[in-house]
């Protein structure tokens, strides 16, 4: 995109008039946000959530398609798919992209909520629910920017593509879906959750699992087996020196982050039988490490580092089996000389009258895959409290700033595409 981009100056008439509409659509776009987290979607059940999504876009009476999961990714099927939407697809302007996923991650245990996840409700000014920050709250509010733009009587003159994705907690196969299908675009927002902030980076992520089998027998005589549980744990020192290794001598953006590189012991599971020495066990884990290192150098660290606990195991352990699924994806800097990026400062600045503030994220998204494909982007959202956790809430001003923020960025983008100084 090289037309120049509005300065940051007052909201003109137009503007203060979108704004307006947008407050009144404020009740539009709780209702949709409820709608989506009222479906429960974690991996594999997305059904509710892509039906409710794709009647709520052919409502605003754009186009949807549906696109599926490649044919190579586990679980795909016909009733698994992503939603996109394309305002101007043939149109030579600069491209936009709005990008969200529906896909949740598991709210058990339900007991510990204060009230069931999946039936959305509000107190002291936020709005509770598994989904509703990450990231159901922001879709809700992106798309409602486009009706924004409608009803104030502005039309989209430059391509738009809406993409409303699964399987981006586990995998990312639903953005890169969508940009197989169509990988053009110039600049791309993603209304996660972590506030009105400007996304400068991202850390690479992998998902390991750990597998190693021990002897069977009876407790009378628990010497006579190999403990395969107990065995298992030994991993789970050399990986903390890992941890450890990855967040010494950190570059930035990440030197400004106490402890970016995070190492999760998701998932332990083993034995059969309280009363038998287990003779099985899994451990599956994250690991976060820095932009600029390849996936292959951790998986190789990884490797490492259960060769390291293979001693430690004692006689009778198999030698413990390392695979990788789910993410493995690496980390990446976001393009900050990009004049989208400037636009969206700009819409900060006018809405709050503040400079627009910056975060490099200690997790993914699934920005990774829009810049693996070139284009350009970053994260602005609301504001989430307790993402995958219990009592899962998104502030309710957040939402309201996030749709002016997304409205106010589809107008100027329009007037800088059309060449308006």
């Known amino acids: 995109m090289t037309t120049p981009l509005l300065s940051a100056e007052a909201l003109d008439a137009n503007e203060q008039r979108?704004?307006?509409?947008?407050?009144?659509l404020m009740p539009d776009t709780l209702a949709l946000t409820s709608d989506l987290v009222s479906e429960y979607s974690v991996l594999g059940a997305e059904t509710g959530v892509l039906q409710v999504m794709e009647q709520h876009l052919l409502g605003m009476g754009l186009t949807v398609e549906r696109v599926p999961?490649?044919?190579?990714?586990p679980g795909a099927a016909d009733d698994r798919y992503n939603l996109v939407s394309v305002i101007n697809g043939i149109s030579n302007?600069?491209?936009?992209?709005?990008?969200?996923?529906?896909d949740v991650v598991p709210a058990e245990p339900v007991s510990m909520w204060t009230r069931s996840?999946?039936?959305?409700?509000?107190q002291d000014g936020w709005l509770y629910g598994r989904g509703a920050g990450d990231m159901k709250a922001g879709i809700a509010a992106m798309v409602t920017a486009v009706t924004a733009m409608q009803r104030a009587g502005f039309d989209i003159r430059f391509p738009l593509t809406l993409q409303t994705v699964i399987e981006e907690e586990c995998t990312g196969h639903g953005a890169l879906a969508c940009l197989a299908r169509d990988g053009r675009g110039d600049f791309a927002l993603?209304?996660?959750p972590f506030g009105a902030t400007l996304t400068t980076a991202q850390v690479g992520t992998l998902w390991f699992k750990v597998t190693l089998e021990g002897v069977p027998a009876h407790v009378l005589d628990t010497s006579a087996g190999s403990n395969a549980i107990e065995a298992?744990?030994?991993v789970i020192a050399p990986l903390k020196a890992l941890e450890a290794e990855l967040n010494a001598g950190r570059e930035a953006p990440y030197d400004a982050v106490e402890h970016p590189f995070n190492l999760n012991i998701g998932r332990i599971e083993g034995g059969n039988w309280a009363s038998s020495v287990p003779c099985h066990a899994t451990l599956e884990g994250r690991i976060g490490f820095p932009p600029g290192v390849a996936a292959e150098e951790i998986m190789d660290k990884v490797r490492q580092c259960v060769d390291a606990a293979r001693e430690g195991m004692g006689p009778g352990i198999s030698a413990p089996e390392v695979s990788f699924h789910g993410f493995r994806s690496e980390g990446h800097q976001v393009n900050l000389d990009h004049p989208g990026v400037a636009l969206l400062a700009d819409c900060h600045r006018a809405?709050?009258?503040?400079?627009?503030?910056?975060v490099a994220l200690t997790c993914?998204?699934?920005?990774?895959a829009l810049n693996r494909h070139g284009i350009s982007g970053t994260c602005y959202g609301p504001v989430a409290e307790r993402i995958h956790g219990v009592d899962e809430r998104v502030e309710i001003a957040s939402i309201r700033h996030t749709l002016r923020a997304y409205a106010l960025f589809l107008y100027r983008w329009g007037q800088a595409a059309d060449g308006v100084a």
């Open 18 to 24: 979108l704004l307006d509409v947008c407050d009144e």
């Open 69 to 73: 999961l490649p044919d190579s990714a």
């Open 93 to 102: 302007r600069p491209h936009l992209i709005f990008n969200g996923h529906l």
């Open 117 to 122: 996840p999946w039936e959305p409700w509000q």
């Open 190 to 192: 993603i209304p996660e």
């Open 232 to 234: 298992i744990q030994a």
């Open 351 to 358: 809405l709050t009258g503040e400079a627009l503030p910056s």
């Open 364 to 368: 993914t998204t699934d920005l990774r």
